[in-house]
């Protein structure tokens, strides 16, 4: 069954339409929190609160409230619409190269609303929100929103593409400016699109007769569901579940055709025929009975977006106002929640049934509002703690069929993530390869997955909260006693996994982040290196790597570098900076000049992956390099390969012509060791003798194995 859903829940993320609607609201959280806020604000059922900030602020403070509301829940719907045609109109390849701003699609939407809905709205706007009132700018409307987004969108660009067939474009004065350009080409689709929804509201107006299907949806509701018979009850609810799925306000069209409770007073008693019991008792935390899911998210959802969105959500849906997991999540057209959020509910109502039908709780005699909390809802609309026990029941029940759901998404989405930054990591390692490539402005996934993590980057050098970490690979000689060591670069995230050190440098030098990742990392190390000193190491060269975008735009790193090592009080023959060959080879004079100024402070430079990308070792003395590092790629089979053999021992013999140490990494055995001894290699790098350690580590490996200096 899970996997099924996964599958679904694959198929519908994939397709632009579904992925347009659920970005266009998680667009909306921000404006739908504030409204829910509100809500429960001036709806709080405790007259001390509310005599309070009476008090305290006079009207003035319901006044303001009610203002936000409105600027926010009660146009929802034309939020919606704006929203989800933006991003569904990003999705179009003209938007995409440039041809059309999606501005235009969007208007193009919120003109087509206004023609179709104009007389509607501001019958609502005067009157009240009434039922069947699809167009609602509010709550009650999304559904209308959602569906004239897609549709004047989908129009809008079909005549973008049929102008483009009429009048193929052609270059003009006007091109030079792209504004100017989108402006004029979306002329004739806008024109045309609003003649579409013009002649749809004319047909509409001549053909459909809406006060009869009004009239008759009023009846159905009155004659099927406004009744006391468990079947009415179960349809109810699993009608307003449905409508709700799909973006329409499934409570907001049916129930208020139901009687409250103080409308019965001096008739026979309903049970369930009305408002309160589905407001109280069915709908916990709003329709879906979400305040388990709230709950069940706290449990076990995931850290990041999980309990994240459910602590944004607690304070509205303990008053029953839920639009932020309607939203946030999403809940409309979510695979993965369309049986809970049917099927939670059914339950509840059937439970409920059961225990008023059984006598276990008195009948519903006192209204409340329908924002009152769980369990003092119970209470005071029976008049009885026994309604509050049964809530609690119906809780734990919704909580207890959530839970797997959420479950099951954690795990999908972590799935789905984990490929996703696969993929990133795959492009980003192609793009550090590469002088021309780029990952973060691609659109597509791994672009997307790449700015995500970018903007987590910017937050954690904002902060000082960098989630990063070194670790140290000891050089050794042959017999493993260390001389140096090597500082790597550690991301080990709980949300994206394990970050390549080269991905990690990639999306900082893309995003601007580069000098301070190796300011970072040269803090750090050195840093590290002062508290060994202080452990009795001695003799040892800590090596640093420098990269390439760094060098090319910290132009003071020679000025923070001696302050370093003069705050942690290192010698500066003590530190080695590792520069790559393809570095070295492409660096233009202001790198020479950086470089030279970092060796005039008496900081070492060394060459790394020698040997794979250029034959000449001639730059060497332009850098008054101290060492190379013989890349591994050259001593994989270097016991067994003559001619590896034959290359490793030529770099060893001009090194030692130039006077260079020569360090071999990535040595995973004995015999590539004695292969390498042989050649004349005297220092090595590689888990044959350890692993990157953690500092800690690294000062008992040395204590135990020795110090080969």
Not at 677 to 683: D, K, N, Y
Request: charged share 15%; net charge negative.
């Amino acid at each position: 069954m899970v996997e099924f859903i996964g599958k679904l829940a694959a198929v519908f993320a994939k397709n632009k339409l579904v992925r347009a609607i659920n970005n266009g609201l998680i667009n909306l959280i921000p404006f739908v929190l504030v409204g829910a806020i509100c809500i429960a604000l001036l709806n709080l059922p405790i007259p001390i609160y509310q005599e309070a900030l009476n008090d305290l602020l006079g009207g003035h403070w319901r006044t303001l409230s009610e203002l936000i509301t409105f600027a926010t829940l009660d146009i929802i719907g034309v939020a919606t619409l704006l929203s989800v045609s933006y991003t569904y109109a990003s999705e179009k390849l003209s938007v995409k190269r440039g041809d059309i701003h999606p501005f235009l699609p969007m208007f193009t939407a919120l003109a087509c609303y206004v023609i179709l809905f104009t007389g509607e709205v501001e019958a609502v706007l005067v009157s009240g929100e009434s039922p069947l009132v699809l167009t609602s700018p509010g709550r009650a409307g999304v559904f209308a929103a959602l569906v004239t987004a897609l549709v004047s969108v989908g129009v809008f660009f079909g005549f973008v593409k049929l102008w483009r067939h009429l009048r193929p474009p052609r270059l003009s004065a006007l091109d030079t400016n792209l504004q100017i350009r989108s402006a004029f080409r979306a002329v004739f689709p806008v024109a045309a699109t609003l003649v579409v929804a013009a002649l749809i509201r004319i047909l509409i107006s001549e053909f459909v007769p809406i006060d009869e299907i009004r009239a008759a949806f009023s009846g159905f509701v009155n004659d099927w569901l406004v009744t006391d018979s468990l079947g009415s009850v179960l349809l109810t609810i699993f009608l307003i579940q449905a409508l709700w799925f799909f973006g329409a306000h499934g409570s907001g069209l049916i129930i208020p055709e139901f009687p409250l409770v103080s409308d019965l007073q001096g008739s026979p008693q309903a049970l369930f025929a009305t408002q309160d019991f589905y407001s109280n008792f069915v709908e916990l935390g709003g329709s879906g009975a979400t305040l388990g899911l709230l709950i069940a998210l706290f449990l076990v959802g995931s850290a990041h977006h999980g309990r994240r969105l459910a602590k944004a959500s607690l304070f509205p849906s303990l008053f029953n106002t839920n639009e932020i997991f309607l939203y946030g999540i999403p809940l409309i057209l979510n695979p993965f929640f369309i049986v809970p959020f049917l099927l939670v509910p059914l339950l509840v109502g059937l439970l409920c049934f059961a225990a008023f039908s059984l006598g276990l709780v008195p009948p519903i005699t006192q209204m409340v509002e329908w924002t009152c909390p769980v369990f003092l809802s119970g209470y005071l609309s029976t008049g009885s703690l026994a309604g509050s026990v049964l809530q609690l029941l119906c809780l734990a029940v919704s909580v207890l069929l959530y839970v797997p759901f959420v479950i099951a998404l954690r795990r999908f989405n972590a799935r789905q993530q984990a490929e996703r930054v696969s993929r990133m990591q795959e492009a980003a390692e192609a793009a550090a390869a590469s002088e021309e490539m780029t990952i973060i402005a691609r659109d597509d996934a791994v672009g997307e997955t790449a700015r995500e993590i970018i903007s987590r980057l910017h937050g954690y050098f904002e902060t000082g909260t960098l989630p990063f970490h070194l670790v140290y690979q000891p050089k050794t000689d042959k017999d493993g006693r260390a001389v140096g060591a090597e500082a790597l670069l550690r991301w080990e995230h709980r949300e994206f996994g394990v970050i390549s050190p080269v991905v990690l440098v990639e999306l900082c030098d893309e995003s601007g982040l580069a000098t301070k990742l190796g300011r970072w990392i040269t803090r750090e190390a050195i840093a590290e290196y002062a508290r060994w000193k202080q452990d009795g190491l001695r003799g040892l060269v800590l090596s640093i790597n420098l990269h390439a975008r760094h060098l090319c735009e910290d132009n003071q790193f020679p000025t923070f570098l001696g302050e370093v090592l003069a705050e942690q009080g290192i010698a500066c023959g003590e530190i080695e900076l590792e520069i790559t060959e393809h570095l070295a080879m492409r660096a233009n004079e202001a790198n020479k000049q950086l470089l030279a100024a970092i060796r005039r402070l008496g900081v070492g430079l060394s060459i790394d992956d020698m040997g794979i990308g250029y034959s000449s070792l001639t730059y060497i003395s332009d850098f008054d390099a101290r060492g190379v590092k013989i890349d591994a790629s050259l001593v994989s089979a270097i016991d067994t390969d003559v001619q590896q053999q034959e290359i490793v021992a030529s770099i060893i013999q001009l090194a030692e012509q130039l006077a260079l140490t020569v360090v071999v990494e990535g040595v995973e055995t004995k015999e590539q060791v004695d292969a390498l001894v042989g050649l004349g290699a005297r220092h090595f790098q590689g888990y044959y003798f350890s692993k990157p350690l953690k500092p800690e580590d690294f000062i008992e490996y040395v204590r135990r194995s020795g110090n080969g200096a």
